[in-house]
């Protein structure tokens, strides 16, 4: 039957044609991983020129001799989709790719005999944390080399996720909006601080996040003093690029708060701020999922709203030189609170002096059992007047733990569903206190999903973040 004919059959007959659900998007996992090799020929040619996504740098092995490798540590086991080689003029004729758990038991999931060189875009599939490229027989005289060595996922559930259905958000007026320009309000978890509760984040555990509990965000904190970013800035830069990944491979948004606490001058760590958004913006500016939180819990009778501004005008263009489009999340005086825990309300002083730039949004945190009516109201009215995001909120008290207060909790999430301010609760892990989602144990080995492990808390803020979206 004519395709002309049938369209007409079905407008006659009052059928509707359904249209097919969108393809999974395939992430990229392996950029910037670390890369480690058989051998090199020389300088400047090692393994990580081959993730660094950079066409004009690459992996050479030593010459003439067979065979060789090249591996990546993905950081996470992932189901891997596809994977992706470009290779220089030395090319392998003979080669297997393999993925390992652990980096020492290995299972091919593609072999060639007959390698052409130019580019290999391969359809695959297998699981691991480790892949690598293991060449039996090279095409030329010289070694095997790469110019990036590509591998990717799919997107956990497709085009149904949070990602998927708005992509790159923006502020409007004083909303947060979508791609299509829809106000939109996020629901999520907070990590603990990675420091102590990176376990926690996991395979499966990010998997419940997003399909169990069915988030739309994940907020990775990543705290700068206490243990945390100033102790090895190498080492907590590279644990938020990989959580990154694994919100985005998951259909995600991802903040990545830098969780500056004690002391409560966010200038003390400007220095290292402007390193670490430097790497995390040049890596991640083409994902659409990514948002900055500058500045967790500005404090202290002297960080008032000016300091906080001059340190936030320092920083966003810094963000901004890599990063044009993706939302800003400014903290507010005394500990995110618009300024209610120390002089007072500066909602008016804020909006009078805002941070210079586009797509910003000021912070606000609250804890239910502690923070009352008071709180409340000022949020309320700020949420008329200024781009607003809470990042942080818990239903015990300020030290997140405690008694819960769930009826003031809910009176914060109606405001925050009629006025559409996203939040985010803390926290996902399962330290003893009352404000961690789980039980003292559960990250050793889950389950993650349901409810079998969850504290009070945790099975009151599942609920929530579950509720139908209206995106």
Known sequence: ???????????????????????????????????????????????????????????????????????????????????????????????RIEVSPDGGTWSSIYSTTTGNGATDDLTVSGTGRYIRVYGTTRATQWGYSLWEFEVYTESSTGGGTPVA???????????????????????????????????????????????????????ISMYIQEGGYETNPRLYTDRVHNLIEMATARGMYAIVDWHMLTPGDPNYNLTRARTFFTEIAQRHNAKKNVLYEIANEPNGDSVTWSVIRNYANSLVPTIRQYDPDAPVLIGTPAWSSLGISGPGDQTDTIRANPVTGTNLMYVFHFYAASHGTQYLNALSRAADLLPMFVTEFGTQEASGDGPNNFSRAQQYIDLMAQKKI??????????????????????SSGPYTGTTRLKEAGVWVRDRIRTADDF
């Open 1 to 95: 039957m004519l395709r002309s004919t049938l369209v007409a059959l079905l407008i006659l007959t009052g059928l509707t044609t359904v249209s097919a659900p969108a393809a999974a998007a395939p992430v990229l996992i392996s950029a910037g991983k670390p890369a480690t090799a058989s051998s090199i020929e020389a300088t400047g040619l090692e393994a990580g020129k081959a993730v660094d996504g950079n066409t004009a740098t690459r992996w050479a092995s030593a010459e003439g001799s067979d065979p060789q490798w090249i591996r990546i540590d993905l950081g996470a086991s992932y189901p891997i989709s596809r994977v992706k080689l470009t290779w220089e003029t030395a090319y392998a004729s003979a080669y």
């Open 165 to 219: 259905a708005n992509g790159q958000l923006r502020v409007c007026g004083v909303k947060l909006c979508n791609e299509a320009g829809k106000q939109i309000q996020l629901r999520g978890m907070s990590s603990h601080g990675i420091q102590w509760y990176n376990q926690c984040l996991n395979t499966a555990s990010l998997d419940a996040l997003a399909t169990d509990w069915k988030a739309d965000v994940l907020r």
């Open 422 to 443: 996203s939040w985010v609760n803390w926290n996902f892990s399962d330290d003893f206190r009352t404000g961690a989602v789980f039980t003292t144990g559960t990250c």
